[in-house]
């Protein structure tokens, strides 16, 4: 079979990808790419199922790859918007205390946004009444850079521009990789469906799968991605008002997930969520869907089970929840007390591909990792979306070196 030559190939058509796609056109419009895409639109994963935040970056450690390109990311993200007519509001978050033990937890908080040169600053409960009139806490922080937007809407101008870019750029729907084999200065990629290209760079961007295509392309990540189910209710028309903008829990430090807040979505509406339970593959996205082969490919990782081991009673109060309404209603109680049951009707959920190391550790940052003409996105969770032109830039920072 003859394969196709292309300068650029990466896997994945997620907002990684696609924003890797958009930064390589503009920098090398000569050289062509291509986009291969397992699913036959883009976004269909984590990029159009999260919550449509975009992150200022106060959670992150500092010099961390998450707080360097969550920073630099946002500001990239918000002049691409406004040269592109993208819709986003940078309407401010508040992220609240509501009993005494929070407050160290909320300090450092504070404390690590400054030194990632966050623009926040702590509030007062009657400061937070005039934010949020409906919230409770006794002290919170206000995060005015904080905002919201469509990843999808963002993922589908990448799409468009890099196409433009060039009328040999192309992206291939239905195209799942199977082989990544090296011909010397190239790399073969191939698709069960009968598919071959040659690449001079191969970058995978495959988000869920990138585990998968990292070990098939060669490079060992040492870690595996194990799926997280993040479930989410609305709320009603009626409660609209509980909420204006974003309200956020302190969240707790062993954990990179945020806790259940609410989000006013960019294009109407207001999400409460989400929890993070155990995803009985990585995408079972109902709530009895599961894939034998991913169930078996998590749960006999040594590295699962000692995070599970670890963190057992937080997987079973997480699992609880998911099945109780009435559970879940509390934990939003304790930001919102007037919020009640019948104000909230369930919500698309996604799923977060939350890598983990072999000795039960979750994975707390970036990983990216380059051999020679490969380049593996091994490990971009949140806030990767907000991240996605500064770690596109990284990436291509890998090409110049």
Known sequence: MSSENYNFCIIGGGIVGMATAYSLSAKYPNKTICV?????????????????????????????????????????????????????????KVILATNDSELPSLHNLLERGHKNGVD????????????????????????????????????????????????????????????????????????????????DITINCSGLQSDR??????????????????????????AHGLCKNLIYPVPDPQFPFLGVHFTRMIKGGVECGPNAVFALGREAYGKFDFNTLDLLDSVTYRGFLKMASKHWKMGLFETYRSFSKKAFVKSLQRLVPDIQSNDIVSAPCGI?????????????????????????????PSPAATSCLGIADHIISYINS
């Open 352 to 380: 977060r591909a939350q890598a983990i190391k072999p000795n039960g550790d979750l994975v707390d940052d970036f990983i990216i990792n380059n051999s020679e003409n490969i380049i593996n996105v091994c490990n971009a």
């Open 213 to 238: 295509i990292s070990k098939i392309s060669g490079q060992d990540p040492e870690i595996k991605i194990i799926p997280f189910k993040g479930e989410y209710f609305e709320l009603k028309s009626h």
């Open 120 to 199: 926040c600053s702590l509030i007062s409960s009657s400061e937070l009444s005039k934010l949020e009139p409906n919230a409770n806490a006794i002290l919170g922080i206000h995060v005015p850079e904080c905002g919201i937007i469509d990843y999808t809407d963002v993922c589908e101008k990448f799409s468009e521009l890099f196409l433009s870019a060039n009328d040999k750029n192309e992206i291939h729907f239905n195209t799942e990789v199977d082989f990544i084999e090296s011909l010397g200065g190239q790399i073969l990629v191939g698709s069960r469906n009968n598919f071959e290209i040659t690449a």
């Open 36 to 92: 291969l895409e397992k699913e036959p639109k883009i976004a269909l994963h984590q990029t159009g199922r999260n919550s449509g935040v975009m992150h200022s970056g106060i959670y992150y450690k500092p010099n961390s790859a998450k707080a360097k390109n969550c920073r630099k990311g946002k500001k990239l993200l918000e002049a691409f918007c406004k040269n592109n007519k993208i819709n986003y509001d940078l309407c401010g």
